[in-house]
């Protein structure tokens, strides 16, 4: 059921959409009636996840890091819907490796995605949004990038970088694009489950005051409502949701 009648018939991008929070939250968009163009490094998911919804509207496989996909990912949208309301910046990778054992290869490619692809997205998205006069970027930051977590060294410097670059974006786009970020905590994805072992899994658990990961249909929730006119005067916001996670020193 939509419960923000006014982003039907929004043009949303959502990176990293094949899967995870990505996907989760192109379905949020999809069933508020928007229309939502899918982007994924992953084609053969991508393709399976794009035949998911009938508000599914286009989609393209794109590396965020380069800076000839990205925006050949806008114009496809720009053909296919005209233009565009709101991005969801979300495509991202993270490597469990101690400092010491990062390679320099490993700590580009890291913050070529999860910061870079989040800079070229949005300057895509606010050259359009700015001469509409009109728009919102969301972006997937992270816990990662407010706190020190061991063995992440170079996935918590990108995320940092997340929240900083969308700090100036609001600024420079105010007031007529809005641009906040979400720092999820644990989030139960394919990418989380991937890194962590059952056993793993349940040691994070014990450390959240809620006891639990996050669904990705939860951070779709906030992105949504970000998206919405209940949140038309926040900008330059980065959004904690960590199941209190960063809240304090927890037994």
């Given at each position: 059921m939509?419960?923000?009648?006014?982003?039907?018939?929004?043009?949303?991008?959502?990176?990293?959409?094949?899967?995870?929070?990505?996907?989760?939250?192109?379905?949020?968009?999809?069933?508020?009636?928007?229309?939502?163009?899918?982007?994924?490094?992953?084609?053969?998911?991508?393709?399976?996840?794009?035949?998911?919804h009938?508000?599914?509207?286009?989609?393209?496989v794109?590396?965020?890091?380069?800076?000839t996909?990205?925006?050949?990912?806008?114009?496809?949208?720009?053909?296919?819907?005209?233009?565009?309301?709101?991005?969801?910046?979300?495509?991202?990778i993270?490597?469990?490796?101690?400092?010491?054992?990062?390679?320099?290869?490993?700590w580009?490619?890291?913050?070529?995605i999860?910061?870079?692809?989040?800079?070229?997205?949005?300057?895509?998205?606010?050259?359009?949004?700015?001469?509409?006069?009109?728009?919102?970027?969301?972006?997937?930051?992270?816990?990662?990038?407010?706190?020190?977590?061991r063995?992440?060294?170079?996935?918590n410097?990108s995320?940092?970088?997340?929240?900083?670059?969308?700090?100036?974006?609001a600024?420079?786009?105010?007031?007529?694009?809005r641009?906040?970020c979400?720092c999820?905590?644990?989030?139960?994805?394919?990418?989380?489950?991937?890194?962590?072992t059952?056993?793993?899994?349940?040691?994070?658990?014990?450390?959240?005051?809620?006891k639990?990961?996050?669904?990705?249909?939860?951070?779709?929730?906030?992105?949504?409502?970000?998206?919405s006119?209940d949140a038309?005067?926040?900008?330059?916001?980065?959004?904690?949701?960590?199941?209190?996670?960063?809240?304090?020193?927890?037994?």
């Amino acid at each position: 059921m939509a419960r923000f009648p006014e982003l039907s018939g929004k043009r949303v991008m959502v990176t990293g959409s094949a899967s995870g929070i990505g996907f989760s939250t192109a379905m949020r968009f999809a069933s508020e009636g928007a229309f939502v163009f899918l982007v994924d490094r992953d084609a053969e998911t991508l393709e399976r996840a794009a035949k998911q919804h009938g508000n599914f509207r286009g989609s393209f496989v794109a590396d965020v890091s380069s800076e000839t996909d990205v925006v050949a990912s806008f114009a496809k949208m720009d053909d296919i819907l005209g233009g565009i309301d709101v991005l969801v910046s979300n495509a991202g990778i993270s490597v469990r490796s101690a400092c010491t054992d990062i390679s320099y290869e490993q700590w580009n490619r890291v913050m070529g995605i999860n910061l870079g692809g989040m800079f070229l997205c949005a300057r895509e998205a606010a050259r359009r949004m700015s001469s509409q006069k009109s728009g919102v970027i969301l972006m997937t930051a992270s816990t990662n990038g407010t706190e020190g977590h061991r063995w992440y060294a170079d996935y918590n410097a990108s995320k940092a970088g997340v929240v900083l670059l969308t700090k100036t974006l609001a600024l420079e786009l105010a007031p007529h694009v809005r641009v906040n970020c979400v720092c999820p905590g644990y989030v139960l994805t394919p990418m989380q489950k991937a890194e962590y072992t059952p056993e793993m899994l349940e040691r994070v658990n014990e450390g959240i005051p809620m006891k639990r990961h996050a669904d990705p249909e939860e951070v779709a929730a906030l992105y949504a409502f970000l998206a919405s006119d209940d949140a038309r005067y926040f900008t330059g916001a980065d959004l904690r949701l960590d199941g209190g996670e960063t809240a304090g020193l927890y037994p």
